[in-house]
């Protein structure tokens, strides 16, 4: 079954390269298209989208605030948010707002399709070291800085638990985190899960914010105390 693809972007260039890229890919349809947030709202009412590709600067309603509106629905598509520079501040604002990663609009085809592919199975966060870049930059923006704000579901974790979410944070993949602790990769996946259900969170972007919120990870990736 193809991936239902939805783009929204006030760009109609870019909207019309996006679809021809996703296009030639037997997995993929673009089965929507908006201007704006309040067009992508409006088609989301009657169509059945797997993958937002979201941009960030539109007008009447930007991408932020129509990422935050997809994802508090139940069974929401994920959401890539598209962003024209490497700091862009609405970015961070997207990922808080609930979007599964973002990207470089000129990111080379074969890295969008991927991200696309493993946002949609439900798999790593894409970019994660880009992600944790991002974070860096505006920590300064975040309500701890370095203190740990006492999240009320992080007692709930295992010491191993705590250790993988740190190392997720700091935007090893579940590969790395395997390696770095003597695990196997399943036995990670399984911690990274079962990190997700106590917290309540979405996916491994959730937890990079949260662990920068909480002070439980510092700008350059050091953990906190």
Known sequence: MS???MLVDDQVLLRTGFRMVLAAQPDMEVVAEAGDGVE?????RGTEVDVVLMDVRMPKLDGVETTRRICSAPDAPKVLILTTFD??????SGLKAGASGFMLKDVP???????IRSVHSGDAVVA????RRLLDRFSPMLPSSG???GHKDLDKLTDREREVMLLVAQGL????????????????KTHVGRIL???????????????????LVRAGGAGGR
Request: aromatic share 4%; charged share 20%; hydrophobic share 45%.
């Open 197 to 215: 259900t106590k917290l309540g969170l979405r996916d491994r972007v959730q937890v990079v914010v949260l662990a920068y919120e909480t002070g």
């Open 128 to 131: 994660p070291s880009t992600t």
């Open 87 to 92: 700091l862009d501040e609405y970015a961070f």
């Open 40 to 44: 992508a709202l409006e088609a989301l």
């Open 147 to 149: 203190q740990d704000t």
């Open 109 to 115: 085809p074969a890295e969008l399709l991927g991200a």
């Open 173 to 188: 993949s579940n590969g790395e985190i395997a390696a770095r602790l003597v695990l196997s990769e399943a036995t990670v």
């Open 3 to 5: 991936i239902r693809v």
